[in-house]
């Protein structure tokens, strides 16, 4: 079983670095690190007017909760296990205790960069830093490894829920955490190392109870790697990934701006594609969202301006794919239009969408009487839409063979 774990691992990372390799391309990774950087001057600024209080210990534990629930039992099984691996089920336990093993990399990773985040704050608020981020590292991990004993527990059958028992959890940690936060760290470790030494010790025995579970072993595994291909396809297409398409009924009255005629045919089915699709509308929808609220809490005019600039062009540049989503079907190479009216209603649509994100950021701006940042936004804003859509996005897509 520790083999076929190892194989099946070295496959896993192969297989995710071919996708990595194009998530995290070169103008990607620019915009993480100028938006990290950004975040960093941020997060300094901000720390400077805190003050101790009981709503920033709630809010410091609702995040702290949150990034515990992050990161699933990855497994790795597949669907013919269930069937060939079936009569070694009992040893089949090793080959799990090494997926929960691996399971705590990224999330101990995550939880140790964000505790870390909290020196400086424990220095604003009084305490001892050291100690305060130790101790919240440490109880950060023992309760991130008491949720993966949980999921592992969930795929076995077992008299109680386990899916319950992991809310339970999350509930005491955010008690434990608004504790430490509003008193003193180490109050969230003495509860998260009692807690941890009571299902410790009682661990071998529910184990003992119970038999694993292939088939929830499976769709659990198969649902996980779903999320995974889905993010991977906003970046790439993933084989065998299909998007999901919905109604959307609230949205017809968009559909309505473009009369369904000859000289709008690519323009009509562009912007059909885009509300009732279920990855480029979702995907436009949250960095917009996102956008917006780091517009809303940043105060220099230039650096409002320049994480705007950053956002227009991470819809953009996220959004060029599109261009290419109905080349696959014959039928609209079929269509009696002009050739040079897809590349033009294509750049119509990115330029309605990118607009609509700087009157957005604008607005926002505005609500905060941040007139210079809001002028800046709608002037710099408008320039850089005009410079993407008419040379980048145009330059973009030539490479890719396609003649606009």
């Known amino acids: 079983m520790i083999q ?3 194989t099946r691992l070295r496959q896993h990372v192969q297989e995710q670095q071919k996708y990595l390799r194009l998530v995290f391309n070169d103008h990607f990774v620019l915009i993480l690190l100028i938006l990290f950087g950004g975040a960093l001057y941020a997060y300094s600024q ?7 209080s009981g709503w920033l210990a709630l809010g410091l534990a609702l995040i702290f909760t949150g990034f515990l629930s992050l990161g699933q039992l990855a497994t790795l099984a597949e669907a013919p296990d269930q069937i060939f691996l079936l009569p070694k089920a009992e040893a089949f336990k090793a080959y799990l205790l090494k997926a929960r093993h691996y399971s705590m ?22 305490q001892d830093p050291a100690s305060g981020t130790m101790a919240l590292l440490v109880s950060s991990w023992l309760f991130k490894d008491l949720d993966l004993w949980l999921q592992f527990l969930q795929r076995y059958r077992l008299p109680i829920r386990w899916h319950h028992q992991r809310l339970i959890l999350l509930s005491i ?11 003193h760290p180490a109050m969230t470790l003495l509860v998260a190392l009692i807690l941890n030494l009571i299902f410790r010790w009682q661990l071998k025995s529910v184990l003992d109870q119970g038999r694993l579970n292939f088939s929830a072993l499976i769709s659990l595994e198969e649902a996980r790697m779903g999320r995974v291909y889905r993010f991977y396809n906003l970046f790439t297409d993933v084989p065998g990934l299909a998007n999901s398409v919905h109604r959307r009924r609230y949205l017809d ?19 059909r594609g885009f509300l009732r699709g279920g990855e480029y509308l979702g995907l436009y929808v949250r960095l917009l969202v996102i956008g917006a609220v780091i517009v809303a809490v940043l105060s220099p005019w230039w650096l409002v301006l320049g994480f705007a600039i950053l956002f227009l062009y991470m819809v ?20 009696p239009v002009a050739p040079e009216q897809k590349p033009a209603a294509f750049e119509q649509l990115l330029t309605v969408l990118l607009l609509i994100e700087v009157l957005t950021f604008t607005l926002v701006t505005l609500v905060r009487l941040q007139w210079l940042a809001a002028g800046s936004i ?13 040379w980048y996005a145009r330059m973009r897509l030539k490479q890719h063979h396609v003649m606009i």
């Open 46 to 52: 901000i720390v400077k007017t805190l003050q101790p």
């Open 253 to 271: 009255g968009l559909l309505k701006l473009v009369k369904p005629q000859q000289a709008t045919t690519w323009l009509f089915l562009y912007l």
């Open 316 to 335: 953009g540049f996220q959004l060029l794919p599109f261009y290419y989503q109905y080349d696959d079907i014959v039928f609209v190479h079929l269509y």
């Open 105 to 126: 990399i990224l999330p101990g990773v995550l939880l140790t960069f964000t505790s870390l985040a909290m020196w400086p704050l424990f220095a604003q608020l009084g």
């Open 173 to 183: 940690a955010f008690i434990a955490l608004f504790g430490g936060f509003y008193l």
């Open 378 to 390: 709608f002037i710099g804003g408008g320039l850089f839409v005009w410079a993407f859509t008419r």
């Open 4 to 6: 076929l774990w190892r």
